[in-house]
Each structure stands twice: as C-alpha cells, then as structure tokens.
Nanobody, 121 residues
Framework: QVQLVESGGGLVQTGSSLRLSCAAS????????MGWFRQAPGKERDFVSR????????YYADSVKGRFTISRDNAKNTVYLQMSSLKPEDTAVYYC??????????????WGQGTQVTVSS
C-alpha cells in the first residue's frame, strides 16, 4: 500500500504560480512512477503530468506544457507540481497518483484525496 497526501492548493489569480506537493508513505517511494491528474466539475479526470522513478523522465499534457513542472525528491518521499502562468481553465481538483508502471491514463494503483486549485479571472 502507498498512502498519498496532497497539499498546496488554493485560490489564486490568473497568471499566478502555485506549487502542489504530494507526500507518500508506505512502500518504497522510489519504486513508483508518480502522476498528477485533475478533475474539473462535471468533467472527467484528466492527465496532467508524470515522472519516472529517478525523476529523469517527465511527460506533460499539451495543455500544461511549458507552464507546469513536475519533480520529485525521493529522500523526502514527495512529488511536486510547480504551476505557473495559471489560467481559469486550470481550475480543478488536483490528484497525485502512484503506479509501478508509466501511465497517462487514470488507472493508477494509488491515489491521494485531492487538493482544490481555483484560478480567478
């Protein structure tokens, strides 16, 4: 089992930056690919980004490429999502997820409870 707890969400203005954190506990963190997903009201959960075990490989959805940066600190069992140039359409509940395999679909094995990000225009 892997337990994930997100933090760092909030209400910000368009153009602002925000950093989300996801703290993991349980099985060795460094063995898992980590992903970020988001879900807006009435919409499906969408892939945002993922990072490999070592952090050397990252992948982004086109909608966030160049604005968001995913990173991880295996010593702290934490994955981050640095978000900049935020837009109202980035408003959603953001979830982190863990899986032994690299995936861009929301069928990860473990999920956090989510953190709300609201971007006002």
């Amino acid at each position: 089992q892997v337990q994930l707890v997100e933090s760092g969400g909030g209400l910000v203005q368009t153009g602002s930056s925000l950093r989300l954190s996801c703290a993991a506990s349980g099985r060795p963190f460094s063995r898992y690919y980590m992903g970020w997903f988001r879900q807006a009201p009435g919409k499906e959960r969408d892939f945002v980004s993922r990072i490999s075990w070592s952090g050397s490989n990252t992948y982004y959805a086109d909608s966030v490429k160049g604005r968001f940066t995913i990173s991880r600190d295996n010593a702290k069992n934490t994955v981050y999502l640095q978000m900049s140039s935020l837009k109202p359409e980035d408003t959603a509940v953001y979830y982190c997820a863990a899986d032994p395999l690299p995936k861009a679909t929301p069928n990860y094995a473990y999920w956090g409870q989510g953190t709300q990000v609201t971007v006002s225009s």
